[in-house]
């Protein structure tokens, strides 16, 4: 069904990773350079009394070590100015308070990184701790309401005269994005300007929050990220130990680069917190769904406000017209948590689309048929129009392709060869059509040289392909020696990028600029236009190069908005529009098969069909689902940051212990596009990708162990235990 | 990290000779000794890298006993066809072990000594632990002890010998021979292992100047009846939730004789002769298979999120004893 307006086009990056030539943040190299560790805190909360770094400094090599003491001049600018540049206001390492487990408490730097490591061990200190709340289920945690949660319609009334009702309290965990490249800081001082190195989503962020930190002018901060080895959002804003970092090269006159080690990123960085969703469904006797409720906690920092805005997709699947919504932030003694890949729409789509499936299965009715009897024609939270939705293809296309109708209804009524259960279930998603302001710079040269910088941020998601693409369809220039400068504020101002508003962002820039570009060109030939190739022009008009600079804005947005976007400041936009709601779809449809002794699971197939708009890059496309649905599968199936709640912190902080997905544990992912333009979002008709590619797996599957075992499992992840 | 210095041997003698000194520490793959030397719980002044000794890589499956040097890679013994069809057991074991890049690396010697996977004896001072600073207490009692013995524990220790090679070998009866100072021994596995008591800092009876040379299982005609069946938490490179080793002597249905250890589960490899007593004389059926698994577990004590192992384990048991019969039969 799938008909690319894109070619198939292979990485741009592929051969320089596969050969191991890229280069990340973490790999640079400076002339100079020392090397820090960090000591990370040994009590969950209290105050440091005394840190005795005597042995530390005894090692040869050891050229500093930084307390808290030594950053108290930039203790006040981080506290007061950092906000913006970081959804967490809290920084490690700025007063001698302690709010979580493994916080820094003394920053080494050495010659090598082995006698960093080694006298960062030989740190003691004293505490003074205090009480703490390790879990939402602890004595002493805060309750914070947010403001603005999702209601409309009478729930109450309508619920209690529906004809079938369902009410269930859904868990997740907590879990760790843990990308391959560690999160680094690499800072580089000399000659009154600061260079940093950091595998960053916000590298803009990096430049003003430092800058403003340190009391620099943001022009003299230099900030590095053309390659992120990975994000899912832990490295969406600035870092605690940015900031750190760049303060000791500035005190120690030589660069400094620190790589925090793997057991420290759970404690140093952000996670997905716990979270737990009560819902109530209410179904009258023609099988509409009439009501739902909706009452979602999610853990936070003591320090934070970081909501779980579960309700902002769950509310717009379904034409539910009586809906309620209730959101409470448990506030206990941990590091901030933060976006991780659909913050908050795969937690809420693993508790609504397993509501859905309880509903079904109580009612009945074929969950598929639940499912496309209910579609929001409109968006039911604002009553505006949605862009584009294709859901129901999604699930019209993905049963076929899956073969739902083979679904015996009942409970464990399938089985292999072999004897294993098998289980069919379903799970639908939608993640916000968001979009983000962009500046986008274009030159082309008659040497057979372009350039184009622009806000974005390959974390290896495919963003430079689909510039490649986007500009090659507009321009005939030479891609191999097109270079693309993104994460680099020196480039373009530079937009956080997140919530899977890339694609949508920087194409609509990218053939503006392209447009721009052959104005000015055909301007130099009294307006008349020529084919071919661009840079033969630029010979025979014996021009060197033509620049063209465009600034484009998301649906709606005002030009001031541009104001912040030369300061890095967020100004991405939606699912809300003026004018309209846009929203990215996708249908999941799962096999799992069921060991009938030891009740392992297996999730022998996926079928996965995503309304995201055009697709520009149809192979990192793809990829991008992939890692969505293998996600999923991590996440019902695997993942789990274990706390011992005497200790606070996480104790299974290595890649041994935390569990994600092998080779062995991922079937067929059959992956396939509506592949249908959005028509009012941008001209190119693109939507978001990377985080609705995983909204709905994780119901999916439990609702088709559901259907294997009868066990209706409501706490990610699903063990072996939950099932035996 | 802390300063070491590195020596390579070249026969046995000369290791012996090393190992008489303090803080000495036997080098082959490296593939634990690294890891734990990087979280400081192994802190060597002195590494001997024995991997250089030429015949310890030998591996020798004669009609009375299978031997195998101390240095061969677990790939090298897994991948012996000879092994795969006369005792898939030794080879499941060693192949459903780590990755194949670490297979590569590590000796079958060495992964006997590998220490317990216990996060509070891995992560650090913070966490009070018997067997990394003796007397300090145990963490684990009382706290996330899904990974935990059920088996052979203390009060002093509750981590899992976490290993798969020596659970297959300890139910097929192996025997390490070893050389020190004091000469050449033969230890059976059953007794090369301590049960952690009170003092669990010391894994093995092995003495600080000893080496293995190589391990000795003796030959059985009915090796293919045989299966190590692993329950973990992934499909492969992961450490046993539960795990079975099982070798069946067979006699049309009726079982001559069985041999059944457990992995995962028990503070040391886990022969379990009470299911194997069960098994013995009588007819193997899937609702005897699990009775045996059942007796295995006897007097297995649960702690806080580990009570599933129980059952969990009971029925790898029962489908590793039928695992082993469709072998015996079906081939």
């Not at chain 1, 991405?572 to 004018?579: C, D």
């Not at chain 2, 802390?2 to 080098?27: C, H, M, N, R």
């Not at chain 2, 290993?163 to 059953?190: E, H, K, M």
């Not at chain 2, 067979?250 to 299911?275: E, F, K, N, S, Y």
Request: net charge negative.
């Amino acid at each position: 069904m799938t008909t690319h307006t894109f070619p198939d086009r292979a990485r741009v990056d592929a051969l320089d990773k596969v050969r191991g030539a890229t280069q990340y943040a973490a790999d640079v190299a400076v002339d100079r350079m020392t090397h820090a560790m960090t000591v990370p805190s040994e009590i969950v909360k209290g105050r440091l009394v005394s840190v005795d770094v005597q042995a530390a400094r005894a090692i040869p090599g050891v050229l500093r070590v930084l307390t808290y003491q030594d950053f108290q001049d930039v203790a006040e600018a981080v506290l007061g100015a950092v906000g913006p540049y970081s959804f967490r206001t809290y920084h490690a390492m700025l007063s001698d308070r302690l709010i979580y487990r493994g916080e820094p408490i003394a920053l080494v730097v050495a010659e090598t990184l082995e006698i960093a490591i080694e006298a960062a061990a030989l740190v003691t200190a004293t505490y003074a701790p205090d009480a703490f709340s390790p879990n939402i289920d602890a004595e002493g945690t805060e309750v914070f309401v947010p403001e603005g949660s999702i209601s409309f319609g009478d729930f109450d009334q309508a619920f209690d005269s529906a004809a079938v009702t369902i009410e269930a309290e859904y868990n997740h965990a907590a879990q760790h994005q843990n990308p391959m490249e560690l999160i680094s800081t690499t800072a580089d001082f000399r000659g009154g300007h600061l260079y940093i190195h950091e595998g960053s989503q916000s590298s803009g962020a990096i430049k003003f929050g430092v800058a403003l930190s340190l009391g620099l002018d943001p022009e003299r901060v230099h900030v590095m990220s053309p390659t992120v080895g990975g994000g899912f959002g832990q490295k969406n804003s600035m870092q605690q130990q940015t900031v750190l970092v760049a303060r000791a090269a500035m005190l120690i006159g030589r660069p400094v680069k620190l790589v925090l080690p793997r057991g420290q990123i759970f404690h140093m960085a952000t996670y997905r917190p716990v979270s737990r969703h009560r819902i109530r469904l209410g179904l009258d006797a023609a099988g509409k769904i009439v009501a739902a409720s909706y009452d979602g906690q999610q853990q936070n920092s003591r320090a934070e406000t970081f909501r779980g805005a579960f309700s902002e997709t769950a509310a717009r699947i379904y034409a539910i017209a009586n809906y309620r919504s209730s959101e409470q932030l448990i506030r206990t003694d941990t590091q901030s948590p933060g976006f991780m890949r659909a913050p908050f729409e795969h937690p809420a789509s693993f508790a609504f689309e397993s509501a859905i499936d309880e509903l079904a299965h109580a009612a009945g009715l074929d969950p598929v048929a639940l499912r496309l009897a209910n579609q929001a024609e409109t968006d039911p939270v604002t009553g505006l129009p949605f862009t584009s939705r294709h859901l129901v293809e999604c699930l019209t296309e993905g049963a076929r392709r899956f073969g739902w109708d083979d679904r015996s209804p009942a409970i464990g009524s399938m089985q292999d060869a072999d004897g294993l259960l098998i289980g069919y279930g379903v799970g639908v998603g939608c993640y916000k059509a968001a979009t983000s302001p962009v500046i986008a710079r274009l030159r082309v040269s008659a040497d057979g040289r372009s350039r184009i910088s622009l806000s974005g941020h390959e974390m290896g998601q495919g963003m430079r392909n689909v510039i490649v693409a986007a500009l090659v369809a507009r321009l005939d220039i030479d891609p191999q020696q097109l270079e693309v400068i993104i994460g680099e504020p020196d480039g373009a101002p530079q937009h956080v990028t997140a919530g899977s508003w890339g694609t949508a962002s920087v194409v609509p820039a990218v053939e503006a600029v392209a447009d721009e570009w052959r104005r000015k060109l055909d301007d130099l030939r009294d307006g008349r236009s020529v084919a071919g190739n661009v840079h033969q022009v630029l010979f025979r008009l014996k021009r060197p190069y033509i620049d063209a600079e465009v600034q484009v804005l998301a649906p709606g947005q005002p030009v001031a908005v541009m104001d912040r976007l030369r300061q890095s400041l967020p100004s991405a936009v939606g699912p809300q529009y003026p004018e309209f709601v846009g929203l990215s779809f996708s249908a999941h449809f799962v096999e799992v098969r069921v060991e009938p002794s030891t009740r392992r699971i297996r999730v022998s197939r996926v079928v996965s069909v995503i309304d995201c708009g055009t697709v520009m890059s149809p192979r990192t496309a793809e990829s991008q689902v992939y890692g969505g649905v293998i996600w999923g599968i991590a996440a019902a199936l695997r993942e789990i940051s274990e706390q011992d709640p005497r200790y606070g912190g996480v104790l299974n902080n290595d890649l041994a212990d935390y569990v994600v997905p092998v080779n062995a544990d991922i079937g067929a992912i059959d992956v396939s596009f509506v592949n249908k333009p959005d028509p009012l979002l941008n001209a190119a008709g693109v939507k978001g990708l990377g985080e609705v590619a995983m909204v709905g797996v994780a119901a999916a599957i439990a609702n088709a162990v559901h259907h294997a075992t009868g066990k209706r499992i409501r706490s990610l992840p699903i063990r072996i235990e939950d099932v035996l | 990290m802390q300063p070491f210095t590195y020596s390579k041997a070249a026969t046995s003698d000369d290791v012996i000779a090393a190992l008489t000194g303090e803080g000495v520490q036997l080098i082959a793959g490296g593939t634990t000794l690294f890891d734990l030397m990087k979280l400081g719980i192994e802190q060597p002044r002195r590494i001997v890298d024995v991997s250089g000794i030429g015949g310890l890589d030998e591996v020798t499956l004669g009609p009375n006993e299978l031997v195998f040097g101390a240095l061969a890679s677990m790939t090298d013994v897994a991948s012996s066809p000879a092994l795969q069809e006369n005792y898939p057991v030794l080879a499941e074991s060693l192949l459903k072990a780590a990755s194949q890049q670490l297979r590569n690396m590590a000796t079958v010697g060495g992964n006997l000594l590998q220490r317990t996977r216990c996060n509070y004896f891995r992560n650090g001072a913070m966490y009070a632990c018997n067997k990394r600073n003796p007397g300090s207490g145990c963490a684990a009692l009382g706290g996330v002890d899904r990974g935990h013995a059920l088996l052979g524990g203390s009060e002093a220790c509750i981590a899992v010998y976490p290993g798969d090679w020596a659970v297959a070998l300890t139910a097929l009866n192996a025997s390490v021979d070893t050389q020190s100072p004091r000469g050449l021994r033969s230890i059976p596995l059953a007794d090369l292992y301590r049960l952690p008591g009170q003092t669990p800092d010391r894994d093995t009876e092995l003495a600080a100047d000893e080496m293995i040379l190589r391990i000795r299982v003796p030959a059985a005609s009915y090796g293919r009846a045989s299966t190590y069946h692993k329950i973990r938490d992934r499909e492969s490179y992961a450490f046993a939730l539960v795990s079975a080793a099982v070798m069946l002597d067979l006699d049309g249905d009726r079982v001559r004789a069985a041999h059944i250890a457990l992995g995962g589960v028990a503070t040391r490899p886990w022969r379990a002769p009470q299911a194997e007593a069960l098994l013995t004389g009588q007819t193997l059926t899937p609702a005897r298979a699990l009775d045996a698994g059942r007796a295995a577990f006897e007097g297995a004590t649960a702690g806080h999120h580990n009570a599933f192992k129980i059952e969990l384990g009971a029925r790898a048991v029962a489908d590793a004893l039928m695992i082993a019969q469709q072998r015996s039969t079906g081939q």
